[in-house]
């Protein structure tokens, strides 16, 4: 199943997920580093990316949160600590799920491979991923 899922849009997880796991059929996640949110501090727009990202949908259903900050500064935090990029601590993350087969890596410089490829060799610890994920709130599906 190809469907939305990152640190900040873990909407699969609710029931989707289990279904998959149930069935024997796996995820093929697409914006695992959603949008760029979680490959740099938050409120940093230095890039091209970070400037153009709109911030609703289609739809006008916000693509993040406020409470996504506290996210982001564990993404930081981690990747800081291990003396690695934020892209592979949250694309790690994205891996450690048991149904992800294989996350859309939407690399458009050679580095982004290279963070992807890097992500497969951390594995990051149960309090890591408790940091990542305690600040998760609830939202909208978007870009449906």
Sequence with gaps: MMDQYN?????EEREMFGLLADQGVG????????GGLVTRPWGDRSTSRGQANPTTDQQGRPLFLDSDKATV????????ARGVSMAQVAMAWVLRNPVVDSPIVGATKAHHLAD????LDIELTDDEATALEEHYTPREPTYF
Aim: charged content about 20%; overall charge negative.
């Design 7 to 11: 640190l900040v849009q873990r909407e």
């Design 27 to 34: 995820s093929i996640p697409w914006s695992p580093l959603a």
């Design 73 to 80: 500064d564990a993404v930081q935090r981690i990747a800081e």
């Design 116 to 119: 992807a490829a890097a992500a």
